[in-house]
């Protein structure tokens, strides 16, 4: 068993990092310099990498030889989909220099809030956008206590971790809900075969891409982290725009938390406990520094599947579950060390 | 205009126009200290004023209030003859006013036109400018390439990050957005402190090549033989106080430093 972790794991090690490609680039050939240029300004490669390559271990380990199937691709897809919608607003948190640790929370407190409306016979509609509302507030609560009443965006959202939570214990008084079967359909319902969390989580993807990359909003995320005292001397209102991300991750987290809640047909008030540790993780793994001003949302993505696909490729290789929480917190500790070994490269090429 | 020129030239004014900008009786505390005691000054249509003094004189609180940075406890700026009001660097921008900061006001991770733009972002023509507030990175870059191109600042592309960037470099770009939103008065906080030589000079040339368009410049600077080249007029700031005002062509560093000491006294 231990070898099996042993063969996987490093596998995605050496794919991510890939220490000899990066540094011998900047002294090797010309074309190593280019390979080694786009590693540095592109982290997503790496990770795509070792999505790669942790699959084809899989695939190769896997006693049923099943890694490659469309039933273990699609469940992954499907199975990955509500950290990443969440990890897409934490994201754009972290693109400030700040952190979100109540996205769990706000997945646990949306899910249920929305089922005991179901369940209390309001439409899907009003259910949903009251669940995506709470979130909502809970990322104006966030963006209150860091900007106005300058709290380290560290403790602030921790507060409110607990807070969060609370309110869904203390509500549900530790029951769990059931909403009508009829909603079960959102989150475990497919567009041509693909399920509709994965392509959900998608579109939202590919258009929060678009507003950071083409909008002077989106750009002014990227400058609050760059450089928030040159920001605000420049006329940017970054109370604004921090204010306006964590509300955003807000919501993303409760549209998370509904999905999830919704594909499991159940609303426990301490699901997603947790999850904003893997949020993060798919953020680092992805390429967002947690220095801020940078990272992309589809690196985030890729990070979000990459730790999904390790958890399957463990299951299917049989190995005991134990192990994979050590092989995630590898993957994060390498993917940080990736990230300073950026930042110094960055230095030193100047 | 040539820069070795400068320090001899006097502004070409007419005496009746009023300043391009005018502070009259500028205070300011923080608690106890008192930063600013009525302080004066004027700046002329394309004149370069030096402001000096020790550590402590008043410098940073002064030209922070002039670029809205910081509001005086009393006092009056006026622009053109006109009281205004500077409550934020946007006032100031809107006033014709940019500030050159020493920390350098640019975000490393973003690209010299993005940085240019910052705050200021061109935006695509028509529906998808206006309404989808679609940004307009191509025409940004343009035009960025264009003023650099025009104020001789050399870099490879306006998609470097500025990270890449010296530091004459990075001056360069700060400087750039007073001539891109067509600022009449720049301010500039010891804008060559942390450059190397080489880049120095090619900071001061920049300076030379603005002031030559006609901006109006208060350079701020421990560096006095800098300041005795670059500048028409010496604004000497003591304690709080203005200690007295020297036209460049008629003085020289030892006297510059007897007043900034105190060793003698100006009026």
């Given at each position: 068993m231990p070898a099996l972790v042993e063969e996987s794991v490093p596998a995605a090690i050496t794919t991510t990092s890939k220490p000899g490609g990066r540094l011998g680039g900047l002294v090797g050939s010309r074309h190593a310099r280019t390979v080694g240029a786009h590693l540095i300004a592109v982290p997503w490669i790496g990770v795509l990498l070792g999505i790669v390559i942790v699959g084809l271990v899989a695939q190769a380990e896997a006693p049923c030889g099943c890694f490659f199937t469309s039933t273990n691709l699609l469940t992954t897809a499907q199975e990955f989909s509500y950290v990443a919608l969440a990890a897409l607003g934490g994201a754009m948190v972290i693109m400030t220099k700040g952190i979100d640790l109540s996205v769990g929370s706000s997945m646990g407190l949306a899910g249920f809030l929305s089922a005991d409306l179901l369940a209390h016979h309001t439409a899907a509609v009003p259910a949903v956008v009251l669940g995506l509302g709470v979130g909502v507030l809970v990322g104006i609560v966030n963006g209150i206590l860091i900007t106005r009443l300058k709290m380290q965006p560290f403790i602030a959202t921790l507060g409110m971790l607990s807070v969060v939570r609370g309110v869904a214990l203390g509500w549900s008084q530790g029951f769990t809900l059931y909403p009508p079967l009829s909603f079960t359909s959102l989150g475990q319902g497919t567009v041509l075969g693909i399920p509709n969390p994965f392509v959900i989580m998608l579109v939202i993807a590919v258009l929060l891409s678009l507003f950071l990359r083409y909008t002077p909003l989106g750009r002014h995320i990227y400058a609050v982290g760059g450089n928030e005292d040159a920001s605000r001397l420049l006329g940017i209102r970054t109370q604004r725009v921090k204010i306006f991300v964590y509300a955003f991750a807000g919501m993303l987290a409760a549209a998370g938390g509904i999905l999830l809640m919704s594909f499991l047909g159940s609303a426990d008030p301490g699901a997603a406990t947790g999850y904003e540790l893997d949020v993060i993780a798919a953020c680092v793994i992805g390429g967002?520094?947690?220095?801020?001003?940078e990272g992309t949302l589809f690196g985030v993505v890729l990070g979000a599947f990459l730790i999904e696909e390790i958890r399957d490729a463990l299951v299917l290789d049989q190995v005991p579950g134990y192990w994979t929480t050590l092989a995630i917190g590898l993957v994060i500790l390498i993917a940080m060390a990736i990230d300073q070994g950026r930042r110094r490269v960055r230095r030193v090429a100047q | 205009m040539s820069t070795e020129s400068l320090a001899n030239a006097e502004p070409?004014?007419?005496?009746s126009t009023p300043p391009i900008l005018e502070a009259r009786g500028i205070s300011k505390s923080f608690g106890t200290v008192r930063a600013l005691a009525g302080v004066d000054i004027d700046l002329f249509e394309g004149e370069i004023i030096g402001l000096v003094g020790d550590n402590g004189a008043g410098k940073s609180t002064l030209i922070k209030i002039l670029s809205g940075a910081l509001l005086p406890d009393a006092g009056e700026i006026r622009i053109d003859g006109r009281p205004i009001r500077l409550n934020s660097p946007l006032d100031a921008h809107a006033n014709g006013i940019e500030t050159v900061y020493q920390d350098l006001?640019?975000?490393?991770?973003?690209d010299i036109a993005e940085n240019l733009y910052l705050g200021r972002e061109v935006r695509l023509p028509g529906v998808a400018g206006k309404i989808g507030r679609i940004i307009h990175r191509r025409a940004m870059r343009r035009q960025a390439a264009e003023h650099f191109e025009s104020l001789h600042i050399k870099v490879k592309s306006m998609r470097q990050r500025v990270d890449t960037l010296s530091g004459g470099q990075r001056q360069g770009v700060a400087v750039a957005r007073s001539v891109v939103f067509g600022r009449r008065i720049v301010i500039m906080d010891e804008?060559?402190?942390?450059?190397?030589v080489q880049e120095t000079q090619q900071v001061v040339e920049l300076i030379g090549r603005i002031n030559a368009r006609g901006m109006a410049i208060i350079l701020i600077s421990h560096n006095m033989p800098q300041v005795l080249h670059l500048s028409h007029r010496i604004v000497v700031l003591r304690a709080g106080r203005r200690a007295g005002v020297l036209k460049t062509a008629e003085t020289d560093v030892e006297q510059v430093v007897r007043v900034i000491t105190g060793a003698e006294i100006i009026h």
């Open positions: 967002v520094s947690l220095f801020g001003g | 070409e004014r007419v005496t006001a640019v975000v490393p991770q973003m804008p060559t402190a942390a450059l190397g």
